[in-house]
């Protein structure tokens, strides 16, 4: 049957009513999503409900029996998409409903339940991966580039696919805005001589903390960026926070990965702990984490100094948080909550795309700030610093000019403008001095 969405959306078709059965939870509804390294099978539910999962092969098959369920009327069965060339139910005896995903190749999966959110009731997550059987290679330094090698800048944009994120008070949803902030950075890191950009999410799809961290890692990422927007109750909370690992999240991590160590030959740079004794491993781990927290809450400042020319800064230091997706041991990392979509002002910044490349703009800057400062040995950066940025404009108000007129001319939003000067008001006076942010 042809798809009629792209690549990230849910294509779905009424194939038909199954009856209607009132015991136990009821399947309200099946969704999928598709990135380029794993579906997600998502299986809405009345209530909660235990369930029992394996794989069968020649033809692949992944199955889910779910006790004491139902199918729902009307039922939706998705278009293949990914891994998943269709998807089946049957009643079993006793009361239970069989799912049958039919694959169009071997995987590896996971299932977990998911209790209720503002967006989604009861649910049962069905992660589809390639399954391998190649062994772990560790990494070995490519060969230094004649000029210098880039940096790698890996930018994550927060949740996806069945994950929306934060949603503001007109609906405006935090995984579409973070994922053109995202974008636009990528285009700006790419547009710097001496960087690379390497985007974690470049779709509407969902991707596990994990799987960020380590497509960071894998990537030999310099830097690590996640870009989200904040939340809270209160509609007036407002400005941008850069956070970056907590010591407890790190210590959590390290006592995590060492007890995870045999089964892995590459945790830390390249260096493997897997043969190291209990000691050793502990002090290489350590020495790791604290030069990447180290390197973390330098780039974070000079982040923060450069959000101050597009927006209100909610705390002025570097927070310390126990993020996941933050815990990489040998990737410097940082979470930047771009604002508060919450706030409906903030919504609608966020939804315009001039504010995305103001935003995108002032991370970079920061993030090239930080490397000018502390070039990693043998980069392009380090053999070639990039120009010191110029500070701010002086502009002198004439007769007859407005400040939207002024704010258009620099191309900088009329709130950022009037944010930088402490203008409250629409009221300016002929000989005035502004700050121009640049």
């Known amino acids: 049957m042809r798809s009629r969405f792209r690549l990230g959306e849910i294509s779905a078709v009424v194939l038909g009513f199954l009856p209607l059965t009132v015991h136990g939870a009821g399947v309200d509804g099946l969704r999928v999503w598709s990135g380029p390294?794993?579906?997600?099978?998502?299986?809405?539910?009345?209530?909660?409900t235990s369930h029992r999962a394996f794989s069968l092969n020649a033809p692949d098959r992944f199955v889910v029996d779910l006790s004491d369920a139902h199918v729902s009327l009307p039922v939706e069965i998705p278009a293949p998409r990914g891994f998943v060339a269709g998807i089946r139910t049957g009643?079993?005896?006793?009361g239970d409903l069989r799912v049958v995903i039919d694959l169009t190749q071997q995987v590896s999966s996971r299932t977990f339940l998911l209790e209720p959110n503002d967006s989604?009731?009861?649910?049962?997550?069905?992660?589809?991966?390639?399954a391998s059987s190649a062994p772990v290679v560790t990494r070995t330094p490519p060969p230094p580039k004649p000029g210098g090698r880039d940096l790698i800048i890996a930018?994550?944009?927060?949740?996806?696919?069945?994950?929306?994120?934060?949603?503001?008070?007109?609906?405006?949803?935090?995984?579409?805005?973070?994922?053109?902030v995202a974008r636009r950075l990528a285009e700006e890191v790419e547009n710097q001589r001496g960087m690379r950009p390497v985007l974690v999410r470049d779709g509407d799809y969902f991707v596990s903390h994990r799987d960020r961290m380590q497509k960071a890692h894998s990537e030999e990422a310099d830097l690590f960026v996640s870009i989200h927007a904040d939340a809270f109750r209160d509609r007036s909370a407002s400005g941008a926070t850069v956070y970056m690992l907590s010591a407890k999240g790190a210590t959590d991590e390290a006592a995590r990965r060492l007890a995870e160590r045999e089964n892995a030959s590459d945790l830390v740079g390249g260096v493997s702990l897997s043969d190291k004794d209990d000691l050793l491993a502990g002090v290489l781990l350590d020495l790791s984490q604290s030069a990447a927290i180290s390197a973390s809450s330098v780039a974070g400042s000079f982040v923060i100094q450069q959000l101050?020319?597009?927006t209100r800064i909610?705390?002025?230091?570097?927070?310390?948080?126990?993020?996941?997706?933050?815990?990489?041991?040998?990737?410097?990392s940082l979470l930047i909550e771009t604002a508060y979509i919450s706030n409906p002002q903030e919504e609608r910044a966020l939804n315009d795309a001039k504010y995305q490349a103001d935003l995108a703009r002032s991370i970079h800057d920061g993030i090239v700030d930080y490397f000018r400062a502390h070039p990693p040995p043998g980069s392009y950066v380090a053999m070639h610093p990039p120009p010191v940025r110029q500070g701010p404009l002086r502009h002198v108000i004439s007769r007859g000019e407005t400040l939207s007129e002024i704010a258009e001319r620099y191309r900088i939003r009329l709130a950022t403008l009037k944010r930088y000067n402490e203008i409250s008001?629409?009221?300016?006076?002929?000989?005035?001095?502004?700050?121009?942010p640049i």
């Open 155 to 180: 930018i994550d944009a927060g949740h996806g696919g069945d994950d929306p994120g934060a949603t503001g008070p007109n609906g405006v949803r935090e995984k579409t805005v973070v994922l053109e």
């Open 120 to 130: 989604y009731g009861h649910r049962l997550v069905i992660d589809l991966m390639p």
């Open 37 to 48: 390294e794993s579906t997600r099978v998502v299986l809405d539910l009345s209530s909660a």
């Open 91 to 94: 009643a079993r005896p006793g």
């Open 308 to 310: 101050r020319r597009v």
């Open 314 to 332: 909610r705390k002025s230091q570097v927070q310390q948080a126990p993020f996941l997706v933050l815990k990489s041991p040998d990737v410097p």
């Open 425 to 436: 008001g629409d009221v300016i006076k002929v000989g005035q001095i502004l700050t121009i």
